[in-house]
């Protein structure tokens, strides 16, 4: 049988490693592009440029990582060893795995996009850790 904790843990560093992918892809991009200024996108670009969407991904999973990140990290420190709590982890890493592949791939102003579903099955599955953790602490 799978060690609950664990899989939380693999879950936790994938989560990880597909940051430093994205921080990779959006760095890489942006430097390929004539006369790139470090640190500096051009305010011109939208959906329909891949260094804009590549960009867009990791700030957008910057945004999220901070509750991810740290509800993750709480109850890790409280030694949450519950299979649900499991669950939410790769739920949401899978999520923002394929909001970030739908990102890269399509090129969009509409609002929903197919992106936005998985955004939000990212937040449930934080949100429900986040009540989980709350009622351990009760």
Request: proline share 4%; with cysteine.
């Amino acid at each position: 049988m799978i060690d609950i904790t664990y899989s939380a843990y693999t879950a936790f560093y994938l989560y990880l490693v597909m940051l430093l992918v994205q921080w990779a892809v959006a760095t890489f991009s942006k430097a390929k592009q004539p006369n790139a200024i470090p640190g500096k996108i051009d305010e011109n670009l939208s959906h329909d440029s891949f260094v804009f969407r590549a960009h867009r991904t990791f700030q957008n999973t910057l945004e999220n990582s901070a509750l991810f990140v740290g509800t993750v990290l709480f109850a890790f420190l409280l030694n949450v060893q519950s299979p649900v709590f499991a669950i939410c982890v790769w739920v949401y890493l899978a999520a923002r795995v394929v909001h970030m592949v739908l990102y890269y791939v399509i090129s969009t102003e509409k609002n929903p996009s197919p992106r936005t579903y998985f955004f939000l099955i990212g937040l449930l599955a934080n949100v429900v850790m986040l009540v989980m953790l709350g009622l351990r602490l009760i």
